[in-house]
C-alpha cells in the first residue's frame, strides 16, 4: 500500500510503532515502588545466607542473585556512605566509625546530606521512608541530636548510635523515642519490621509511589536474637575453611601479630558468636516474609523493586582473627544481593561484578529520577533487563579502601599503649591500626580475579592475591608474580585512588 493512500489512523499507528521500538533499552517501568533491606556485618564466605530460607525463596529465587557483590570499604559507616552517595570512600571522605572520621559528622551532614539520593526521589515525587540503622555516629548532641532528621525522608525512625536490639533510642521524625527490653515492644527488627508493615498498609496504586530503606540491626554485635529463637542452631560451629586459625607468614604486620593457634576459649567464643548470629537472621527472615505479604495484600508486590544485601561482610577466626571485619580478605568485602521486580525473571544469578556505589544510580534510573550529581558507581539497570540473557560487560575491577583507626591506650592491652592498635579482643588480638590503612584493586573478568594491595604503613607492605588458584587468599604472590603485571595493578590502584565519576566508571572497563 502506498504511502498516501494510508488513512491518517493508520499513519498514527505506524508512528506510534516506530517510536516504540526506537525507545532506549534502558527504559523502565513508570514509577515503580523500591524496598532497600540492608543488613549489619552479614557475611556470604561464612555461610550467613543459611539462615535466611525466606528471604532467599522470596527475594532471590523470586528475581537474581549477584554472585559477585562487593562493598568497596569493609566498615559499617564508610559502606553506608558509599551506598548512600554512590561514591568511593575517597571522595565522600566518610574515613571510619567516628565523628572525627566524619561519620553523621557536620560535614556530612551540611556538605554531603543534601545530595542524597532520597533527597532526589522526594523532590521528584515519590514517599520516603527510613527505619534502622542510619550512620554509627548519628544522634549524637554535638552533631544535632535526635533533632536533626537528614533531609529527603517523609517518615523518620533513625537509630540513635550503633547496632541494638534492646535499650535503645530513635529519632522519629525529629522527636526522641526511648525503647527497652520488652520482646514485643522494643526487639528493634521486629519494630522495623512492623513500622514498614503500617507504612505499606497506607500506600495504594493510587498514591504517590515509594522508597523504604529498611535497616536492621542483624546480625551485629550483640548478638541478641528474639527469645522464640534462642534454642535455634544449638549443634552448629563457625566453619573451619582453610584460612581458619592459620598462622599467616606473608601477610601485613597486624594480621601476622595475631596469636595462633587460638586458644580454646577464643574457638568456644567463636562458635557462639557464630550461632548467635544466625539466630538474630531468623527475626530478618521474618520481617522480608512480613514486608512481602503486605505489598502482596495491598497488590504493591507486582509494582515494588525489593533489594536485599549488606553493608559489609565478616570474619569468625579467619587468619586466627577472632572476629570482627576492616581486613582487605574477600570474607570482609563480599557480600549478598539479591533483587527482585517488575519484569525481572526468577530464578537468575548474575556473575557480573557490582558494588555497593551502584545502589544510588540503580535507584535513581529505577525510578526516572535525573541524577544532579555525579556517582563512581554504575546503575544496575542493565542487568536487570528482562530479555537479558547472557553476561554484560559491566565492570571489570574496583577500589577497595579502609583507614585504619588507633587508640592511643587499649584497657585490656596496656602493652599496647602508644602502638597505634584498635579494637583488640580479650587476648590483645587487635583488629585495626594506624598501618591498617590500605588500597586495593580488585580486577576480575571472566579469565582473571586478582587482588592487589598497598598498605600506607613505613614498610608499603604489598598483598596480592590470584583467586582463581587460591580462593582462600592463603599464599601472598606480590613476590613472585610478573614484575609488569604486579606494576600495571599498582598503576591501576594509583587511578582508581584519584577517580572521581565519570573517571571511575571508565576506569573500571581498563
Known sequence: MALETWSPQVCLLYIVSCFCFFLPTH?????????????DDLDVQLGGLTPLTKTKKLIGDA???????????????????SILTGQYVHNHLVWNNSLSGNCSSLFWQKTLEPTLFPVQLQKNGYKTFFAGKYLNQYGHKSV?????VPPGWTTWNGLVGNSAYYNYTLSV??????????YKADYLTDLISRRAAKFIQLQSAKKKPFFMMLSTPAPHSPFTSAPQYSKNF???KAPRDKSFNVKSKDKHWLVRNAASPMPNKTISFIDDTFRNRWKTLLSVDDLVENVVKQLSANGQLNNTYIFFTSDNGYHLGQFSLSFDKRQLYDFDNRVPLFVRGPGIKPKQQRKEFVLNIDFAPTFLNLTGVPSQYSTDGKSLWPLLQPNETKEVKFRQNCL?????????????CPQYKNQGLATCDSNCVCEDSWNNTYGCVRQL?????????EFEDQDHFIEMYDLNKDPFELTNIASTADPKFVSQLSQKLATLSLCKGLSCQEATLL
Open 400 to 412: 577497595i579502601e579502609h583507614k585504619g583507626e588507633a587508640h592511643v591506650e587499649i584497657r585490656q
Open 63 to 81: 528475581g537474581i542473585t549477584f554472585t559477585n557483590m562487593f562493598v568497596t570499604s569493609p566498615l559499617c559507616c564508610p559502606s553506608r556512605s
Open 173 to 182: 521524625n525529629g522527636v526522641l523515642e526511648s525503647h527497652g527490653d520488652s
Open 445 to 453: 573478568s571472566p579469565n582473571e580475579n586478582f587482588k592487589y594491595c
Open 144 to 148: 544535632g541530636g535526635v533533632e536533626h
Open 27 to 39: 527504559a523502565v517501568p513508570q514509577k515503580p515502588n523500591i524496598i532497600f533491606i540492608l543488613t
Open 234 to 236: 544449638t549443634d552448629k
